[in-house]
């Protein structure tokens, strides 16, 4: 057992390589670089800073620093470096974090590598930062960038083997060829190697996933998305399309509120009931990673996917939730009622207000109650309050003193649509009527070429449901009655439209033409590929190989896999036998047959031209002569330098007559 | 040498290189990763590695496959110095090999491209620190990595070490020794000032500067001239005549007598205690006293 630890130390110790050549610093480096700078923009400034200060110190450390003190110095530079990591992310586990720690790593371990051993694990190393980076992102920019990446950290291991410094383009050609011939094995096993549906640990969320819609909306709470081009989501229409004023995509109700915000409650509703009169339209979402388990469809949805459930408020979530990204069909009956009657217990929650909330509201509330009791009249009361009263649409409204929704309705009129939606609810819940909010996702951007509609998250939103009696649940986005006038310049109003088809012929529409083209590219990636998890897989195998299991498609794709080696060493054997030196040795074996037949086997130090005179000895002098001829040019082409064609030889051994068996039985008598 | 039937195949092994498991580890770490946190494009190029490294590992054992490696005989070198082995690689193949390498133990070569078609000679240096018979054990192998450094292609030749070891040579001068008188002697061979006297046969051995070229070419036969010895001086290396410290030294003096008495031309005869080597001139005869004076001692 010792001896085995002790030989296992030995073997970590011992790097006998080389010592590492300028020219491979200069690869690796290359490759490093390139692996490397697309995380720094993720990561804090002076990473980056410490990092790039670590790659050029390298020849000022080497030239100045003896060896040792050199070591120290950058072990003690590295662990502030850790350190600083540390407090930053409070702590070395997680995305952020392990990429932070893997680029400092990088960095130093540049500096200091000294053999040809460390640069090799420099370049893996280079590999792994760029897997790092789909942690963040998996655009087809991004893919693309990776690609080259590993194209180029490929080349830098084909310029450390290398016997002399190669050229620059030489490596980055057979590093592309090697790849490039690795895409269709890899393809395979892409389509065919299991997915998990469940993490090992952790969840699988990615760079955007802080983005979403939460489940508390206070001041402020959606004004952070509200000037993020991050998309939200796609969507296709299989059968019919939606008109614009009904894009509104329902996400989750609040109803609770407590002076300052509107929260989710959880309560023992019963059932849900759903809207029976209305057009049905049928979606197909693409949803981009978010934290929540939301399944944002039209409003309303009627028509879940299996793993998903609807609430009494009308709330679509999925059961199982990894916050990765997910495609799914739905279908939504849009009307904007649902005929509902409520129970005494769900009128006391939809009506219930703080008891110190919104004073002057509920005095305006009960000025319009007064006035007419009838529930219609008072919605539109309060529309007319927004849109006749100097409200203003902003993203940056002022901050309000006191008692936020009074401070809105009354001193400042400034807000955008979370302070309309619940202002709105407020007034209607003072008024008795029962009224609720909710967020979700407005409009959206038609996209021509790939007939879709993407929804961004600047595009999240506010509005509000009334319950009238005799009628239900019915939408009113108080946003829409402000004035258009009175939008802020340079905001575009949150409305339920979709962007005009632009007019063919028009210049200018080039630019959103590409952006069109673009985007469909992008959705396209990310449907096809990006959302290929085991669902995908599943219904792929249903459709085309229905009586497969995944361990059996598994097991096809190891052996394909194993049938394109094979079948590359059978055609690398076969092309050898075209090699000029095997022609040769089979036109001497063709030689020797025509000059007897009947030959008798090489005595062991025989050369072959000795071997030939034997077999023609006792032949006429002409045939030896011509059989002495052919060897002669047979030597020359073997051993000599000769650049004679090959076929000149063959044309000879053709013209040999071949030995007749006649003269075998003359020789025997 | 001329047979055209091909050495019998040896066989190429294939092995990971210490980066080719760091790159395994890796590989392994980012497939766990892309599995566990659904990284669709981190699958892709997992894969795509994968792949890369299987074909770069067939490359590998491609690079070294059909290459041949003969060993030859090795100059003999002098205790204390070191015997270099040629290998003399033949790329038989019409596609470049590249950075292949002779290992022996410790010692690897610098990496070599091999064109097709070509041949080189590759040095295995051995030291030599005693004189006798060498026979060095180990692998001699042929390694390449090419072209990714994951994978390490090896061909071993199976073929032994050994070269025999002439004494040191000693950095004093042979003492000179007592010129015997020249023998009226028949068989004395020709020396080179002096007149010319005549000619007689050849005999295998007469230098070829004496060779009469008119007398060939006229009558077909070989002839050397003859001349008048001037000083025939016949010298003996006598074991007896070294005073020195102890066997080894006296061989190494001797030895350098005979190298310095072959280089100046001069006729020698060795005398060592059971052998005696009649006076010649000539490569080989300096050979055959270098040869006795490396076996001296060692049973037969």
Redesign the interface.
Known sequence: MRRLLLRLREFLRRD?SPAIRPHQLAWCGAAALTAVLPLLLHLPWWLGVITLAAGIARPLIGRHLPARSARAVIAAIAMLGAGLVYMRYGGWLGRDAGAALLVLMLGFKFLESRSE?DA??LV??S??L??MN??YS?SIV??LY??GS?TLS?AA??A?????PPTVLGPVR?AAV??L???P???L??LM?P??SV????T?Q?AQAHFGLSEEMSARSLGSLARSDEVAFRVSFPRLRPAGAQLYWRGPVLWRFDGHSWRRGRADWPQPELPTQGVTIDQIVTLEPQPDRWLLALDVPTGLPEDAMLNRQLEASFRHH?G??RTYQVSSMVGGIVPVSLSAEEWRAMTALPADAAPRAKTLAAGWKAESPDDVSIVRQALRQFAFQPYRYTLTPPEVKGDPVDGFLFDTRRGYCEHYASAFTVLMRAAGIPARVVTGYVGGEWNEQGEYVKVVQSRAHAWSEVWLRNRGWIRIDPTAAVSFARVEPGVSRLDADLVPVRRRGDLSDLGSWMDEAWDYMDYQWTRQ?????QEAQQRLFDRYMPYTTPALMAAAAIAL?AAT?AL??WL?QWS?RR???DR??RL?LRLCRRLARRRPPRVPG?????YVLRLVADDEPARRAQALAVVELYYRL?YGRETTDITVLERMVAQLPTAALRRRSDRQA | ??????TPALRVRLLPS??GW??LA?LA??L?????????????????????A???G?RTW?NLR?LRATLMPAASPHAGGIASFPVRLEN???RLR??VRLRYG?WSS????LPP?AVLTMLVPVPAPKRGVLRSGGRLRLVS??????FEARLRLPAELSVLVYPRVSVQPFPPTAQQPAHADANQRPSDDGDYTGLRDYRPGDPIRHLSWKALARQGKAMTKQFTDAAAEQRWLDWAQCHAVDDEERLSLLCRGVLDLQSAGDRYGLKLPGLAIEPGSGVTHAERCLRALALHGSPA
Do not use: K
Not at chain 2, 40 to 49: A, E, K
């Open positions: 006998t051993g090799y694990t893996l190393l590999y792994f760029v897997v789909f942690f998996q991004v893919t990776a690609g590993a490929t291991l084909v450390l083997t290398a016997s002399r057979e090697l790849l011939q690795s895409l094995p890899a393809l096993l892409f190697f997915r998990l993490p090992f640990w952790g699988t990615e990894d990765g990204r590929v990006l959302a290929y998890d896999f080696y590359a060493i690398h050898r090699s000029p030196q040769l040795q001497y025989e050369t072959a031209r000795d073997r | 040498m001329g047979s055209p039937s091909s210490p980066a760091i790159f890796i770490a980012l766990l990763c892309s599995l566990n946190y659904g990284l669709s494009v981190g699958f892709l190029l997992s894969f795509m590695l994968m792949a890369m299987m074909n770069a067939l491609l059909g038989p193949a019409r590249h950075a410790a610098l990496p070599e491209d078609a990595r090419y072209p990714l450094g994951l």
